[in-house]
């Protein structure tokens, strides 16, 4: 498999030279900080040079005007956790209606036949569903690496080099199998010092450092019951080596608790700490059944918590407590996660989501669109530890999405914002990546999605067969 070379250190492309584009007075802009923007922003290069305040000018002179009248402007949204390869088990039948262990245990043996073509095609399926969402970065938990795939960062890395999404790809592990009292079947796992040697490979092949990374790696051993605590101090220790960051699922499921309380004799985060993965480069997916004090750690160290409303609807797993987290100190970010427990890969969607779950939780006037925009965009940036995207300003990176509000369903809709996620808006209209339009009239600009949906359908009934 051939893969694109990258440099590790990335500067931002943008020069005083290039033309300067002006995205002219949007219906509505969300710009993630209290300026003003009514008169649009102007992009030159891959960044943001200004915002326009309402009946403004730019300073300068533009080359370009894109008139974004019919259009409400946000950030690109930023997914903080993914399965990309499960776009191949949606909705299959075997796993409906399960608890997330014996869903797990129903999927690990199909899961376990992953091809390359498979995880290529689902790649660029999920990523393809996420921009036109209007999702700009998107970061995914890759754990599969079956005999048949021990290459599968670098599959995705070149899966996803057409489609100018940034990528966050975690190179996940599983070393608990089943003969070790894990739950994955043996096949699936791989032994530590594969995982490790591989993990180091990708980092030095594929991470980016600073503003404008495209593409960036991060170390994400599966979950507590998918690995050894040695492999979990090892990646903590490797990752701060390199300067990458860590994930893993934790505190999903109530299940979670019990197994590593029957099996480590400790809470689940109490587990995290004994192995050296308590601090602000580690972000957890999931982060639901926390106590106070464990809330409170959290919010010590700056953690992240990649919160995934609709998953943990299909799953039944519960309710993330974002309140109480964020006021800890702890960074809330946005995810679909998935593909099989969501089952969609739709961020725009899911930020309606995580406003009708957190409804169940709390008042309605303590959290609003306005939050749950700012977790799927500044939120998520930080969950990701990334400080130039997530906002709208001058010196960000141009990453943004334009949604119009055309559709039945927002006629009557008077407050623009509050029409995109209350009445639930599906696809962007318009999506830029570091300046570069990548998403016009919803359509991809760089992808036959007919072709892709063809491949991609024969891969997942491929990866079926024999079920
Ligand atoms: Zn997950």
Same mark, same amino acid.
């Given at each position: 498999?051939?893969?694109? =070379?990258?440099?590790?250190?990335?500067?931002?492309?943008?020069?005083?030279?290039?033309?300067?584009?002006?995205?002219?007075? !949007?219906?509505?802009?969300?710009?993630?900080?209290?300026?003003?923007?009514?008169?649009?922003?102007?992009?030159?290069?891959?960044?943001?040079?200004? #915002?326009?305040?309402?009946?403004?000018?730019?300073?300068?002179?533009?080359? /370009?005007?894109?008139?974004?009248?019919?259009?409400?402007? #946000?950030?690109?949204?930023?997914?903080?956790?993914?399965?990309?390869?499960?776009?191949?088990?949606?909705?299959? =039948?075997?796993?409906?209606?399960?608890?997330?262990?014996?869903?797990?245990?129903?999927?690990?043996?199909?899961?376990?036949?992953?091809?390359?073509?498979?995880?290529?095609?689902?790649?660029? #399926?999920?990523?393809?569903?996420?921009?036109?969402?209007?999702?700009?970065?998107?970061?995914?938990?890759?754990?599969?690496? =079956?005999?048949?795939?021990?290459?599968?960062?670098?599959?995705?890395?070149?899966?996803?080099?057409? #489609?100018?999404?940034?990528?966050?790809?975690?190179?996940?592990?599983?070393?608990?199998?089943?003969?070790?009292?894990?739950?994955? =079947?043996?096949?699936?796992? %791989?032994?530590?010092?594969?995982?490790?040697?591989?993990?180091?490979?990708?980092?030095?092949?594929?991470? /980016?450092?600073?503003?404008?990374?495209?593409?960036?790696?991060?170390?994400?051993?599966?979950? !507590?019951?998918?690995?050894?605590?040695?492999?979990?101090?090892?990646?903590?220790?490797?990752?701060? %080596?390199?300067?990458?960051?860590?994930?893993?699922?934790?505190?999903?499921?109530?299940?979670?608790?019990?197994?590593?309380?029957?099996?480590?004799?400790?809470?689940?985060?109490?587990?995290?700490?004994?192995?050296?993965?308590?601090?602000?480069?580690?972000?957890?997916?999931?982060?639901?059944?926390?106590?106070? &004090?464990?809330?409170?750690?959290?919010?010590?160290?700056?953690?992240?918590?990649?919160?995934?409303?609709?998953?943990?609807?299909?799953?039944?797993?519960?309710?993330?407590?974002?309140?109480?987290? &964020?006021?800890?100190?702890?960074?809330?970010?946005?995810?679909?996660?998935?593909?099989?427990?969501?089952?969609?890969?739709?961020?725009?969607? &899911?930020?309606?989501?995580?406003?009708?779950?957190?409804?169940?939780?709390?008042?309605?006037?303590?959290?609003?669109?306005?939050?749950?925009?700012?977790?799927?965009?500044?939120?998520?940036?930080?969950?990701?530890?990334?400080?130039?995207?997530?906002?709208?300003?001058?010196?960000? /990176?141009?990453?943004?999405?334009?949604?119009?509000?055309?559709?039945?369903?927002?006629?009557?809709?008077?407050?623009?914002?509050?029409?995109?996620?209350?009445?639930?808006?599906?696809?962007?209209?318009?999506?830029?990546?570091?300046? /570069?339009?990548?998403?016009? %009239?919803?359509?991809?600009?760089?992808?036959?999605?007919?072709?892709?949906?063809?491949?991609?359908? %024969?891969?997942?009934?491929?990866?079926?067969?024999?079920?």
């Amino acid at each position: 498999m051939t893969t694109t =070379p990258s440099s590790r250190s990335c500067q931002s492309s943008s020069t005083s030279t290039a033309p300067r584009l002006w995205l002219k007075q !949007p219906l509505a802009i969300f710009t993630g900080n209290q300026q003003d923007a009514r008169g649009g922003l102007v992009v030159q290069g891959s960044t943001i040079v200004e #915002l326009i305040a309402a009946d403004s000018q730019p300073t300068g002179p533009v080359d /370009q005007i894109w008139d974004a009248r019919r259009h409400v402007l #946000l950030p690109g949204l930023i997914n903080t956790h993914h399965h990309l390869y499960q776009t191949l088990t949606r909705a299959f =039948p075997p796993a409906l209606n399960k608890r997330l262990f014996p869903w797990l245990q129903t999927l690990y043996p199909v899961w376990a036949r992953l091809q390359p073509q498979m995880l290529h095609a689902a790649t660029q #399926l999920g990523i393809a569903e996420l921009l036109l969402s209007g999702c700009t970065t998107v970061a995914d938990h890759h754990y599969l690496f =079956p005999q048949a795939l021990t290459e599968a960062i670098d599959i995705q890395v070149e899966a996803a080099s057409s #489609l100018g999404a940034r990528l966050m790809l975690t190179r996940g592990s599983m070393s608990l199998g089943q003969e070790q009292g894990g739950l994955p =079947p043996q096949t699936t796992v %791989q032994d530590e010092d594969t995982i490790l040697a591989d993990s180091e490979r990708v980092i030095k092949r594929y991470h /980016q450092h600073g503003a404008g990374s495209q593409v960036q790696i991060a170390l994400a051993p599966c979950s !507590p019951f998918s690995v050894t605590p040695q492999l979990m101090k090892d990646s903590a220790a490797l990752a701060r %080596q390199y300067g990458v960051r860590l994930h893993t699922h934790l505190a999903e499921t109530l299940d979670e608790d019990a197994f590593c309380l029957r099996t480590l004799g400790k809470r689940p985060l109490d587990y995290l700490a004994s192995v050296d993965w308590l601090g602000e480069d580690v972000w957890l997916a999931h982060g639901i059944h926390f106590n106070d &004090e464990e809330v409170q750690e959290l919010g010590r160290q700056r953690m992240g918590i990649a919160h995934c409303p609709s998953s943990n609807m299909i799953l039944a797993s519960g309710i993330c407590r974002t309140r109480e987290l &964020e006021a800890a100190g702890v960074h809330v970010g946005l995810a679909v996660d998935g593909s099989a427990s969501n089952d969609g890969s739709n961020m725009i969607a &899911e930020v309606r989501q995580a406003l009708l779950i957190n409804r169940l939780r709390y008042q309605a006037d303590e959290v609003t669109h306005l939050d749950a925009l700012r977790w799927a965009t500044q939120g998520s940036a930080r969950v990701l530890g990334r400080d130039d995207i997530g906002e709208l300003a001058a010196g960000k /990176q141009a990453d943004v999405a334009c949604f119009t509000l055309d559709e039945l369903r927002f006629s009557g809709a008077h407050d623009p914002l509050a029409a995109l996620v209350i009445c639930g808006a599906q696809q962007a209209d318009a999506v830029m990546v570091g300046g /570069q339009w990548r998403v016009q %009239q919803g359509q991809l600009l760089d992808l036959d999605v007919t072709a892709l949906r063809q491949r991609h359908q %024969q891969q997942a009934r491929l990866i079926a067969q024999a079920s």
